[in-house]
T-cell receptor, first 113, second 117 residues
Framework: DAKTTQPPSMDCAEGRAANLPCNHS???????VYWYRQIHSQGPQYIIH???NNETNEMASLIITEDRKSSTLILPHATLRDTAVYYC??????????????FGQGTTLQVKP | EPEVTQTPSHQVTQMGQEVILRCVPI?????FYWYRQILGQKVEFLVS????????KSEIFDDQFSVERPDGSNFTLKIRSTKLEDSAMYFC???????????????FGAGSRLTVL
């Protein structure tokens, strides 16, 4: 699976958009980008995933660059409850993949009042 | 919203004792996983399980560990003879998506904290 690089920490003001970057320059054509988050040692929580196109759901938006070497997770209106560690994970799908996720260190997002 | 349920939430045990951590995956899910997280460290993959057999296991998942789906609802992780370094949060996850076709979203439980003294 491709390796990802994320900043170790970021701050965001409550009510503002939080933009979390992720570099995955070695991503290959059949690897999806997934975002999970972990709030204070709770179980990781799925946020969003994408392959090539930008995606949006009720939690967030995912912007993937045209060359797919980087992506940005956008929380449009961050709240204090969004304070968490955010993990960007790229994973191959298809033959030989058992579904495991490889977690890195992630980005610790601190939302401040 | 359906959730993955784990018990116990916290277990304290003596070194050398056997521990069983239990998980009830989401009912229509067929793919099951165990992860662990030592305090302050990354979430680490232990094992994936499908169709009543292990699909993949990590180097951490040695002979002291075993998994079982004893009935239609429970998925258990057994540690045969616990060591101090087994102290961690253990997360169970399940998915309805086949990892062999398309995207595969995992739903995690809240975790079981294991403390080995």
């Amino acid at each position: 699976d491709a390796k990802t690089t994320q900043p170790p920490s970021m701050d965001c003001a409550e009510g503002r958009a939080a933009n979390l970057p992720c570099n995955h320059s070695t991503i290959s054509g059949n690897e999806y980008v997934y975002w999970y988050r972990q709030i204070h040692s709770q179980g990781p929580q799925y946020i969003i995933h994408g392959l090539k196109n930008n995606e949006t759901n009720e939690m967030a938006s995912l912007i993937i660059t045209e060359d797919r070497k980087s992506s940005t997770l956008i929380l449009p209106h961050a709240t204090l409850r969004d304070t968490a560690v955010y993990y960007c994970i790229v994973r191959v799908h298809g033959s030989g993949n058992t579904g495991k996720l490889i977690f890195g260190q992630g980005t610790t997002l601190q939302v401040k009042p | 919203e359906p959730e993955v349920t784990q018990t116990p939430s916290h277990q304290v045990t003596q070194m050398g004792q056997e521990v069983i951590l239990r998980c009830v995956p989401i009912s229509n899910h067929l793919y099951f996983y165990w992860y662990r997280q030592i305090l302050g460290q990354k979430v680490e993959f232990l094992v994936s399980f499908y169709n009543n057999e292990i699909s993949e296991k990590s180097e951490i998942f040695d002979d002291q560990f075993s998994v079982e789906r004893p009935d239609g609802s429970n998925f258990t992780l057994k540690i045969r003879s616990t060591k101090l370094e087994d102290s961690a949060m253990y997360f169970c996850a399940s998915s309805e998506d086949s990892p062999y076709s398309g995207a595969n979203v995992l739903t995690f439980g809240a975790g079981s904290r294991l403390t080995v003294l």
